[in-house]
């Protein structure tokens, strides 16, 4: 058995990633890297690490933010994270006590005190863990907390980076699912469906916010790296075992009919069920909504959209079915 420590490294800088890699490297440690704070998230509920190194500033969704949502989530609130910021950097230590970090390792990095924090962290998780396993040994597993807790963490994630948007994400879930039943599917694959409406657009995460919140139309080259959001979506879940029959839907959500949809240009019923039934729903809330660069549409407006993208984007079937659902 592998008694090497698990240390996650969440940091967008290739340098400052290849000095702990120097640091650290030869020790009785395995470490992993993610370079956003979503993918470090969804890395730590994979791997469950001894410790996490979180760095402060990070793009999209800073290192405090980050920290509040490991805090938060049943899985892996207990899993100590030391933050790291500049010399002389107080206020990101006040930020960081408050968002639940228990130490903070500062730049640049020294080797002996580094590897002296991290034995001690890690040598007091263990021991932590130890006690957690004999409390839990005759605890009955129906009434241990689900995985699906971390499922709807993640999913308040772009509740946080974008208040335009604020309850969409609920919205689409309740309504395909509502949509899946009236489809005949069962509860094993409503289960599939409800988290993968939760987590469509956590691929989002990998886009700047300079494409992701622009007021005006998108460039051509801007709509190129919109247009990865499910690629990374997918690259992020699979890594999870349990995600893996829900990604239809952030990896397919995309996809048209006719084949001109994004990332792989499926065609007709190439795309998942699940992807087909959520496209509609999607399209329905994003178009009687407001967003940044227009306000919602009337609903005889959407209603007429929906119909004459039949057979273009949307699967003929389920827009019948769906315009029997909606008011």
């Not at 790296?225 to 893996?244: D, F, G, N, Q, T």
Request: hydrophobic share 40%.
């Amino acid at each position: 058995m592998d008694n090497r420590a698990q240390i996650l490294i969440i940091d967008d800088k290739t340098e400052e990633c290849e000095a702990l890699q120097n640091l650290l490297g030869g020790l009785p440690y395995t470490l992993n890297f993610a370079n956003s704070g979503i993918e470090g998230i969804v890395r730590a509920s994979t791997i469950h690490p001894d410790v996490i190194l979180l760095e402060v500033k990070l793009p999209y969704i800073d290192g405090f933010d980050v920290c509040s949502l490991i805090r938060s989530h049943y899985a892996l609130g207990e899993i100590p994270v030391l933050l790291m910021c500049n010399q002389g950097d107080s206020a990101s230590r006040i930020a960081g006590l408050k968002a639940g970090a228990d130490d903070f390792i500062v730049k640049p990095f020294d080797k002996l005190e580094l590897v002296g924090r991290l034995q001690g962290v890690i040598r007091l998780n263990r021991y932590r863990l130890t006690l957690e396993q004999h409390r839990q040994i005759d605890q009955p597993a129906e009434s241990r907390p689900s995985q699906d807790k971390d499922i709807e963490g993640w999913s308040r994630v772009l509740d946080m980076r974008d208040k335009e948007t604020e309850g969409h994400t609920q919205r689409v879930t309740e309504m395909t699912l509502s949509l899946a039943r009236a489809a005949g599917l069962d509860e094993d694959a409503l289960k599939h469906i409800w988290r993968g409406s939760l987590l469509h657009d956590i691929g989002l995460h990998g886009i700047p916010d300079s494409i992701l919140k622009k007021p005006g139309r998108l460039s051509e080259a801007e709509w190129q790296i919109m247009h990865e959001h499910p690629v990374y979506a997918y690259k992020w879940l699979s890594a999870v075992e349990y995600l893996r029959p829900a990604l239809d839907i952030p990896y397919c959500h995309h996809e048209k009919w006719d084949g001109s949809g994004y990332p792989r240009g499926l065609k007709g019923e190439e795309i998942p069920l699940a992807a087909r039934l959520f496209a509609i729903v999607d399209v329905w809330d994003a178009l009687s909504s407001d967003r940044p660069y227009r306000a919602a549409l009337p609903a005889t407006e959407v209603h007429k959209y929906i119909v004459e993208q039949s057979g273009k984007h949307f699967d003929p079937h389920i827009v019948e079915l769906f315009l029997k659902k909606i008011p």
